[in-house]
Nanobody, 124 residues
Framework: QVQLVESGGGLVQAGGSLRLSCTAS????????VGWFRQAPGKDREFVTA????????DYADFVKGRFTASRDNAKNTAYLQMNSLKPEDTAVYYC?????????????????WGQGTQVTVSP
C-alpha cells in the first residue's frame, strides 16, 4: 500500500509562485510514476502533469507549459510541482497520484494511489 501526502498549497497573488510537495510512504517511491491533477469547484478533475519513475520524462497539459515544472527526488520519496506565474484560473485542489507505469499518464484511471489534495488559491 502507498500513502501520498501533498503539502505546500496556500493563497498567492496572481503572478506569484508556489511549490507543492507529494511525499510517499509504504512502498519504494521510485517504482511508480507520479501524476498531478487538479479540480476546481464545479469542474471535473483535470490532468496537470506527470513524471516518470526516473524523472527523465514529463508530460504537461498545454495550459501549464512554461509555467509549471514537475520534478522528483526518489531519495527523499518526494515529488514536486513548481508553479510559477500563477493565474486565478489555477485555483483548485491539487492532487498527486501514483501509477505503476507511464502509459496514458493523462488518464486518472491509470493511477492506483491518490493523496488527499492541497488547496491552491490565486487571487487577482
Amino acid at each position: 500500500q502507498v500513502q501520498l501526502v501533498e503539502s505546500g498549497g496556500g493563497l498567492v497573488q496572481a503572478g506569484g509562485s508556489l511549490r507543492l510537495s507529494c511525499t510517499a510512504s509504504g512502498r519504494t517511491f521510485g517504482t511508480y510514476a507520479v501524476g498531478w491533477f487538479r479540480q476546481a469547484p464545479g469542474k471535473d478533475r483535470e490532468f496537470v502533469t506527470a513524471i516518470t519513475r526516473n524523472g527523465l520524462v514529463r508530460d504537461y497539459a498545454d495550459f501549464v507549459k512554461g509555467r509549471f515544472t514537475a520534478s522528483r527526488d526518489n531519495a527523499k520519496n518526494t515529488a514536486y510541482l513548481q508553479m510559477n506565474s500563477l493565474k486565478p484560473e489555477d485555483t483548485a485542489v491539487y492532487y498527486c497520484a501514483g501509477a505503476a507505469d507511464f502509459w496514458g499518464p493523462r488518464s486518472d484511471s491509470r493511477y492506483n494511489y491518490w493523496g488527499q489534495g492541497t488547496q491552491v488559491t490565486v487571487s487577482p
